[in-house]
């Protein structure tokens, strides 16, 4: 398991005192401040974040240190990461991201279907992002339907896709599921 987890990414400059606009990855937006200060993906800055306000989905903060908007917007697209430890225990059938990247995916007879890559969220649900050797990926709802077996001591997750994820394949091979 990753020692430190991104919990948010800056997503630009708001204002012209150096506020900053954050996509939180907590399941409480706001929480992306509540772990401690938080540091960029390599580890070499460390920023203390104090909220602002909320605008358009995304938490406004403060960073020590950035006081103008040039040096807020130079620090667009820097993920924010805190140390794993700081973070709350999970709940049973609870997971973070980080944790599901790299378990391997079986389908529903024990063949191994390919690796989870990560999990993306379009606005419809999560879907863990399978990547299949020669075959592309694979995006499956992240729901105990589709996936009704996470086995993170096995570092495994069962998959049963829907019929619309082969449809969607077959449509990329040129031919269309009616």
């Known amino acids: 398991m990753s020692a430190r987890v991104c919990i948010g990414a800056i997503v630009g400059a708001h204002g012209v005192r150096g506020a ?5 990855f907590t399941a409480d937006p706001l929480d992306v401040v509540a772990y401690g200060p938080v540091e960029d993906e390599a580890g070499k ?3 203390k974040l104090k909220v602002t306000g909320e605008a358009k989905g995304f938490v406004l903060a403060t960073l020590d240190g950035v ?3 040039d040096a807020a917007e130079a620090l667009k697209g820097t ?7 700081r973070l709350p225990e999970v709940e049973e059938d609870e997971f973070l991201y980080t944790d599901l990247v790299g378990l ?3 389908g529903l007879d024990g063949q191994v279907i390919g690796t989870v890559k990560g999990v993306a969220n ?16 694979l995006l499956v709802p992240f729901t105990k339907v589709a996936v009704p077996v996470v ?15 082969e449809d969607e394949e077959k449509e990329g091979e ?5």
């Open 67 to 69: 006081n103008d908007r």
């Open 45 to 47: 800055r460390r920023f």
């Open 20 to 24: 900053v606009r954050v996509k939180s």
């Open 122 to 137: 379009f606005g419809a649900g999560d879907l863990l992002d399978i990547i299949r050797p020669g075959q592309g990926s």
């Open 79 to 85: 993920g924010l990461y805190v140390p794993r430890d």
């Open 104 to 106: 391997s995916a079986l």
């Open 174 to 178: 040129g031919g269309r599921a009616d």
């Open 151 to 165: 086995d993170m001591v096995k570092r495994q997750v069962v998959v049963d896709p829907p019929v619309f994820a």
